[in-house]
């Protein structure tokens, strides 16, 4: 029986570089005002915890996506690469050190 072709992983070359999205936040933000924690109705947990400054930037992303699959002849592994251009949101949280780092991202497409 002629057994078919499968994918067998697939590896993303697609990326964006989280030093310079940090860079560019912390240069466009204002500076850090000095805030009081507001929130109510939580006691002692207000006193102790400061509120989490963040923000969202939008960046391309370009790259390519390697797809590798075998082939139904001598069960070869071949190669397909496809260029990848998305666009990402980048979720940006302030530090200890009053410096925004990347906390998280999402794809827009």
């Avoid at 993303?12 to 005002?33: D, G, I």
């Avoid at 397909?80 to 990402?88: A, E, G, L, N, T």
Wanted: charged share 25%.
């Amino acid at each position: 029986m002629k057994k078919s072709p499968g994918i067998t992983s697939v590896k993303s070359k697609a990326a964006f570089r989280e030093k310079l999205v940090e860079k560019f936040v912390q240069h466009n933000l204002p500076p850090k005002a000095a805030k009081q924690n507001k929130i109510s109705g939580m006691g002692n947990f207000a006193n102790r915890h400061k509120e989490i400054e963040c923000c969202a930037a939008e960046t391309p992303v370009i790259g390519k996506l390697e797809i590798f699959f075998t082939t139904g002849f001598f069960n070869t592994l071949r190669t397909i690469s496809v260029p990848v251009h998305s666009r990402f949101f980048v979720f940006c949280a302030r530090g200890d050190k009053d410096e925004y780092k990347v906390a998280w991202s999402s794809s827009l497409s």
